[in-house]
């Protein structure tokens, strides 16, 4: 049920969001949500530390996920005081000596600046391009006191960096192995994972990470006419994708070497363009030849019937191509003469 309530991971054009959640035991104290405001120009979050292990624990968790939730997520403004009012509200529900810790986070990417408001969550790290670091943030636990002392930091943002919200079991063997700069957004979570599975690790463990993106818009055109051509194809296309998509690039390079394929059975002559649109590819393939029955194929290939057609297909000129594309791509679509295919992913 915790791992059902937790947003899902997020790639888009000016950021990418992943998440780690690792309970000590079989529930967790840990909770975490995002959400999207602002036409996605303003992502607002929080990721809460309830002091406790067990079911009981686990159900205050979730009474403040709502509580937490009908306040930070709704668009308004957050300053220091709102976080004051969850303070009263927190205390009528907490247990005699327990408290929670929590950190809110805000990234406006329209203004480039990223808001923290601490209560008791009190590191983050910031990953940037000619460092890493935990980085302190002061603030008092929530459920302590009526009036506990709550700190705002504003810090202004750039593209290529990461940032991870954490609860302390994360921080604290962070603390504990000593920070490893990677070199990828992807690289930060395999190194997170790993440490969540360290057996110093007694506590639970939940992580947020944002990269700020680059706006990305681009795009690779080639033209194909013989061996040379089509062997130096492979090796840009082999790395635009590993640049843009490394996590789709070996089943997108597949697609797109049979999309290359058909085209070159049929003609002497190939074009492709790739193109990277923020969260999505759209790769083109056209070739010189007199095309092929596209609406026969079509008709051939019924939604949800991949295995029942791959006999037939293998068969059929050209239909092993057509199948693995229709596979591995989000949309396939051909133009009228059979000549022209357009393969798009989102990414």
Same mark, same amino acid.
């Given at each position: 049920m915790q791992q059902d309530s937790l947003p899902h991971p997020f790639v888009g054009d000016k950021v990418r969001v992943s998440t780690i959640f690792e309970p000590y035991s079989i529930v967790s104290g840990d909770l975490f949500n995002y959400k999207w405001f602002e036409g996605q120009n303003k992502l607002c979050g929080y990721i809460i530390d309830v002091c406790g292990h067990g079911v009981a624990t686990a159900m205050q968790t979730s009474t403040f996920k709502m509580m937490l939730d009908n306040v930070l997520l709704t668009g308004e403004k957050i300053e220091e005081g709102t976080l004051e009012i969850i303070n009263q509200k927190i205390m009528q529900y907490l247990y005699e000596g327990s408290f929670v810790a929590l950190l809110y986070f805000e990234f406006d990417l329209q203004a480039s600046v990223l808001k923290l408001i601490s209560a008791g969550i009190t590191l983050f790290l910031a990953a940037k391009s000619h460092e890493c670091s935990l980085v302190p943030i002061s603030g008092c636990y929530l459920g302590l006191i009526d009036d506990p002392d709550i700190e705002m930091v504003t810090i202004p943002l750039k593209a290529g960096e990461?940032?991870?919200?954490?609860?302390?079991?994360?921080?604290?063997?962070?603390?504990?192995?000593?920070?490893s700069k990677q070199g990828s957004f992807t690289e930060y979570m395999n190194w997170l994972a790993k440490l969540a599975e360290c057996p110093e690790r007694k506590d639970d463990f939940s992580v947020v990470c944002i990269e700020i993106l680059q706006e990305n818009k681009e795009t690779t055109v080639l033209d194909i006419q013989n061996?040379?051509?089509?062997?130096?194809?492979?090796?840009?296309?082999?790395?635009? =994708?590993?640049?843009? %998509?490394?996590?789709?690039?070996?089943?997108?390079? !597949?697609?797109?070497?049979? *999309?290359?394929?058909?085209?070159?059975?049929?003609?002497?002559?190939?074009?492709?363009?790739?193109?990277?649109?923020?969260?999505? =590819?759209?790769?083109? %393939?056209?070739?010189?030849?007199?095309?092929?029955? !596209?609406?026969?194929?079509? *008709?051939?290939?019924?939604?949800?019937?991949h295995e029942e057609e791959y006999d037939e297909l293998l068969e059929a000129e050209g239909g092993r191509g057509i199948l693995l594309m229709r596979m591995f791509c989000d949309k396939v679509i051909y133009n009228a003469k059979g000549n022209e295919v357009f393969l798009i992913k989102k990414i």
């Open positions: 990461i940032y991870c919200m954490m609860s302390d079991g994360a921080s604290d063997l962070i603390e504990l192995h000593g920070i061996d040379g051509d089509l062997g130096r194809a492979h090796a840009i296309i082999s790395e635009f =994708l590993e640049r843009n %998509v490394p996590i789709h690039a070996l089943t997108l390079e !597949v697609a797109i070497n049979e *999309a290359m394929n058909n085209g070159l059975y049929s003609s002497w002559r190939v074009h492709v363009k790739i193109r990277r649109m923020g969260a999505k =590819l759209i790769i083109r %393939v056209k070739d010189d030849g007199p095309g092929f029955n !596209v609406i026969a194929v079509n *008709a051939q290939l019924k939604k949800d019937r």
